[in-house]
């Protein structure tokens, strides 16, 4: 059994640039959350897809957006990236919306 | 939103002795998850455990959900325990209909094993 990925693992953006990360869920998983961590700091909520609709979002501005296609695999889109978007960058999934979470390894991005 | 409070920040030991680590929430919450987080980022799931006490190996945990706090036990610690320890929890599914299983971190707790 496959667990979740991300790609890239690392990224380096220049403020103003528009950035895509992407993740594939665990197998049997039709639900994706995306979290982002500054340094120092727990994980915090950006959005969930399940069943390729937004079904949640947390206290993010609308430059931050995704997808999720019908294999389950999902995409976060950040646009105008701003210095504070620097982070890791993490994308889980769950078999079910309100089920266990597992964490893929992570995207870290640095905005210049 | 719920709030989650973890402590202590920070904890140093010695190989070989015990820990708890501990998980305040101000409200009730369902799927509560304990991490340890490696020194590249990646979240290791160590314990679903909304309520009752599960244990894995020299781990264990507790949580009570009336009293809204989780307790994360490590024994005989070792040095490859260092990292940083986080708990999760998201609010109750019929929550007004907004919950939809986002987790809501705690701080963390930075534990480091001396040999």
């Known amino acids: 059994e496959t667990g979740v990925t991300q790609s890239p693992t690392h990224l380096i953006k220049t403020r103003g640039q528009q950035v895509t990360l992407r993740c594939s869920s665990q197998s049997g998983h039709n639900t994706v959350s995306w979290y982002q961590q500054a340094l120092g700091q727990g994980p915090q909520f950006i959005f969930q897809y399940y069943r390729e609709e937004e079904n949640g979002r947390g206290n993010f501005p609308p430059r931050f957006s995704g997808l999720q296609f019908p294999n389950y695999s999902s995409e976060l889109n950040v646009n105008a990236l701003e210095l504070d978007d620097s982070a890791l960058y993490l994308c889980a999934s769950s078999a079910y919306w309100g089920n266990e979470q597992f964490f893929g390894p992570g995207t870290r991005l640095t905005v210049l | 939103g719920i709030q989650v409070e973890q402590s202590p920040p920070d904890l140093i030991l010695q190989e070989g002795a015990n820990s708890t680590l501990r998980c305040n929430f101000s409200?009730?919450?369902?799927?509560l998850q304990w991490f340890h987080q490696n020194p590249w980022g990646q979240l290791i799931n160590l314990f679903y455990i909304p309520s009752g006490t599960k244990q894995n190996g020299r781990l264990s945990a507790t949580t009570v959900a009336t009293e809204r706090y989780s307790l994360l036990y490590i024994s005989s610690s070792q040095t490859t325990d260092s990292g940083v320890y986080f708990c999760?929890?998201?609010?109750?599914?019929?929550?007004?209909?907004?919950?939809?299983?986002?987790?809501?971190f705690g701080q963390g707790t930075i534990l480091t094993v001396h040999p």
């Open positions: 999760a929890g998201g609010l109750p599914l019929n929550a007004g209909g907004t919950s939809y299983g986002k987790l809501t």
């Open positions: 409200d009730s919450v369902n799927n």
